[in-house]
């Protein structure tokens, strides 16, 4: 049984795309670029806000221009990052089930740390134990450093720690940290990318992913 588990937050407990989506297109529509279809995001996302910001925006954008969107990306989001994002089907239980089983349950994510706590406590209570996100003086991933941190905060030796994803940025992080990886299909990335990456595990439901962990 793994003694730890990481999990990424954005496509692997929560269903974030649709205020993602809005909260870029928003910006777009101010500064009065194209904006793209919603679905897009999903291959936009998974890198931090600071690299959407650049992948939503057009060709040849100044560093001006960047800044701009980018405020107004962060105001849009901070007010409405709980409109549309739900937890995945059996999430909450989840992690619920693995607090029980005494597995330690927490978070790395590219997505800003405020943003990231606020969004973690609202759809998980104390069930999340530990979060790193972006700002907090770690490299983004797939850089291992805060995965790394966060079993050396738990006490965790990397056989006994799982990291869960849905995409090859997570997939990527784990292969860094020498940690094992278990791809979830339910997320923003398709099959075909995170099998390029050769997972340990793949999994198509919450219930698939407790097996893995506690067997």
Not at 65 to 90: I, M, N, W
Request: proline share 4%; hydrophobic share 40%.
């Amino acid at each position: 049984m793994y003694k730890l588990v990481i999990f990424d937050l954005d496509g692997t407990l929560l269903n974030t795309l649709g205020d993602l989506a809005a909260a870029g297109n928003h910006a777009l529509a101010e500064l009065g670029y194209p904006v793209p279809d919603g679905d897009a995001y999903r291959y936009f996302v998974g890198n931090g806000i600071p690299i959407l910001i650049h992948r939503i925006q057009p060709e040849g954008h100044t560093d001006e221009e960047h800044a701009r969107c980018y405020q107004v990306f962060t105001e849009y989001y901070s007010v409405h990052k709980t409109d549309l994002t739900v937890p995945y089907d059996g999430m909450r239980e989840l992690l619920r089930k693995l607090r029980d089983k005494g597995v330690s349950c927490v978070v790395n994510t590219n997505k800003a740390h405020e943003f990231s706590c606020e969004l973690i406590k609202a759809a998980f209570g104390d069930t999340i134990c530990d979060i790193i996100g972006f700002g907090v003086g770690f490299p983004a991933k797939p850089a291992p450093d805060a995965a790394l941190e966060l079993c050396r905060r738990h006490g965790a030796e990397n056989g006994s720690v799982l990291y869960v994803g849905d995409s090859n940025v997570d997939m990527h992080t784990a292969a860094a940290a020498g940690i094992d990886s278990c791809a979830v299909l339910w997320g923003f990335r398709d099959r075909e990318e995170l099998q390029e990456c050769s997972p340990a595990y793949m999994v198509s439901s919450a219930a698939e992913l407790f097996e893995v962990i506690v067997n």
